[in-house]
């Protein structure tokens, strides 16, 4: 089946703008995450969605960033206002169970450009 | 806090063994995975290991010992598609169904 997709591959912005990345989890997974790289470093955590939990946000690094999983499935980030320290690559994950050994699958990520 | 340290960059050439460790700090404890990333790449999942002792997948290996909170990928007969950033990760603390990633060590691999 259908890896994970997201959409789209690459957002130039302005900054102060909003931007919206979008997040095609595989179907049946019920944990679904989004993490952060800014170029040669590591994942940073965001956002994790688990079935119909509410979400750990603990991960935002500010109110400007939000994000909302419809139906169990798709999921959107938003980031309000953006700033340049937010141009970074920004990942979807999901996974079939929310436990930290399960394999979580990547999207091929989001590259934001802040100018 | 919890923290991940790996080396930075790792050389080898074709054919060679290469071992990339992580040294981990966390407070609590559920397990260490690793994950590949190709450059413009998604990571892909490598391995995960819970308890301590050595996991065996092909020409690649995962080694964990939970009483030095280290932990190593050992990759065998390498090859040029090997070359990638491999990242060592944990769960955070009280909380299983997230990640913290280490830094990244990437491998070029040479003739």
């Known amino acids: 089946g259908a890896g994970v997709s997201q959409s789209p591959s690459n957002k130039v912005t302005e900054k102060g703008k909003d931007v919206e990345l979008r997040c095609d989890p595989i179907?049946?997974?019920?944990?679904l995450y989004w993490y952060r790289q800014s170029l040669g470093q590591g994942l940073e955590f965001l956002i994790y969605?688990?079935?119909?939990?509410?979400?750990?946000k603990s991960g935002l690094p500010s109110d400007r960033f939000s994000a909302e999983r419809t139906g169990g499935s798709v999921s959107t980030l938003t980031i309000q206002r953006t700033q340049q320290e937010d141009s970074a690559v920004y990942l979807c994950?999901?996974?079939?169970?929310?436990?930290?050994?399960?394999?979580?699958?990547f999207g091929p990520g989001t590259r934001l450009t802040v100018t | 806090g919890q923290s991940l340290e790996q080396p930075s960059e790792v050389t080898a050439v074709e054919g060679a063994i290469v071992q990339i460790n992580c040294t981990y700090q966390?407070?609590?404890?559920?397990?260490l995975s690793w994950y590949q990333q190709h450059d413009g790449g998604a990571p892909t999942f490598l391995s995960y290991?819970?308890?301590?002792g050595l996991e065996e997948t092909g020409r690649f290996s995962s080694f964990l010992s939970r009483s030095d909170s280290y932990g190593y990928l050992l990759l065998q007969e390498l090859q040029m598609k090997d070359s990638a950033s491999y990242f060592c990760?944990?769960?955070?603390?009280?909380?299983?169904?997230?990640?913290?990633f280490g830094a990244g060590t990437r491998l070029a691999v040479h003739p």
């Open positions: 994950a999901s996974s079939s169970a929310g436990t930290g050994g399960d394999e979580q699958y």
């Open positions: 179907s049946g997974h019920t944990a």
């Open positions: 969605f688990q079935g119909n939990s509410a979400p750990d």
């Open positions: 966390t407070s609590g404890f559920y397990g």
């Open positions: 290991n819970a308890l301590d």
């Open positions: 990760a944990v769960p955070f603390s009280g909380g299983y169904n997230k990640l913290i």
